[in-house]
C-alpha cells in the first residue's frame, strides 16, 4: 500500500497525558498537511510542511501542540496535557509541490482521539 | 476569513432520487475540490475544478464550478446506497484547504 498511513488509529488516553501520533506520507510528496476534524464537521487546517520546514501554523494550534519533520519523510503530531476538547479525528495528508499546479492532497485514514 | 458553507447539512433519500449539494463562499478560490468520506476513515478526493464555469462528469456526479469561482455543486443523478457519506467542498487558501462542514447523505434502498 503506497497511500498515506496514521499510526496509531485510535488512541484513547486521560485527561493531562501526552499523546504521540506519527504519518508517513505517499513517498515523494514533499508537502505534509495535519488537520483535526469533530464530529459532524469538516476538516479543520492545524499545519503544513514543506520537507522538513514548517511553513504555516493556524491559530488552532495551542502551545499545547507541536508538529515535527525532521528529515522531511514522516511527521509527528504531539498534544501535550491533553484535554478533552482535544478529543477528535486527527487527519494527516501529503501532496507533491508543482509551481501552478492544483496540488493534489490525498489523506490517510486518520487517528481517534479519545481524552477521557 | 475565508469560509465554505455548504447546504443541505443533512439529506435522506430514496435510491433513485436525484440531489443537489451546494457549497457556497463570499471568496474566490483558485480550486475547488470535492471529497467523500466514510465512518472512521480519511477524505477521498473526487473532483478538482480550477476554471470558472467548468463542468465535470464522473459517472452519475457532475461538479460544477461557479463562474465567478465562489460556488460549487454537486448533483447526483439517480442516487444508489453505495453513495451513502459525507461530501465535502474544500477551497484552496495558500498552501492549505479550507473546508465545508459537509453534507451527511444517506440513500436508502
Known amino acids: 500500500d503506497t497511500g498515506v498511513s496514521q499510526d496509531p488509529r485510535h488512541k484513547i488516553t486521560k485527561r493531562g497525558q501526552n499523546v504521540t501520533f506519527r504519518c508517513d506520507p505517499i513517498?515523494?510528496?514533499?508537502?505534509l498537511y495535519w488537520y483535526r476534524q469533530t464530529l459532524g464537521q469538516g476538516p479543520e487546517f492545524l499545519t503544513y510542511?514543506?520537507?522538513?520546514?514548517?511553513?504555516?501554523k493556524s491559530r488552532l494550534l495551542s502551545d499545547r501542540f507541536s508538529a515535527e519533520r525532521p528529515k522531511g519523510s514522516f511527521s509527528t503530531l504531539e498534544i501535550q496535557r491533553t484535554e478533552q476538547g482535544d478529543s477528535a479525528m486527527y487527519l494527516c495528508?501529503?501532496?507533491?509541490?508543482?509551481?501552478?499546479?492544483?496540488?493534489?492532497?490525498?489523506f490517510g485514514p486518520g487517528t481517534r482521539l479519545t481524552v477521557l | 476569513t475565508q469560509l465554505l458553507e455548504q447546504s443541505p447539512q443533512f439529506l435522506s433519500i430514496q435510491e433513485g432520487e436525484n440531489l443537489t449539494v451546494y457549497c457556497n463562499s463570499s471568496?474566490?478560490?483558485?480550486?475547488l475540490q470535492w471529497y467523500r468520506q466514510e465512518p472512521g476513515e480519511g477524505p477521498v478526493l473526487l473532483v478538482t475544478?480550477?476554471?470558472?464555469?467548468e463542468v465535470k462528469k464522473l459517472k452519475r456526479l457532475t461538479f460544477q464550478f461557479g463562474d465567478a469561482r465562489k460556488d460549487s455543486s454537486l448533483h447526483i443523478t439517480a442516487a444508489q446506497p453505495g453513495d451513502t457519506g459525507l461530501y465535502l467542498c474544500a477551497g484552496r487558501s495558500g498552501g492549505k484547504l479550507i473546508f465545508g462542514q459537509g453534507t451527511e447523505l444517506s440513500v436508502k434502498p
Open positions: 471568496s474566490v478560490f483558485s480550486s
Open positions: 475544478v480550477v476554471t470558472g464555469g
Open positions: 513517498s515523494e510528496h514533499n508537502r
Open positions: 510542511f514543506q520537507n522538513e520546514a514548517q511553513l504555516e
Open positions: 495528508a501529503s501532496s507533491p509541490s508543482r509551481q501552478g499546479g492544483t496540488d493534489t492532497q490525498y
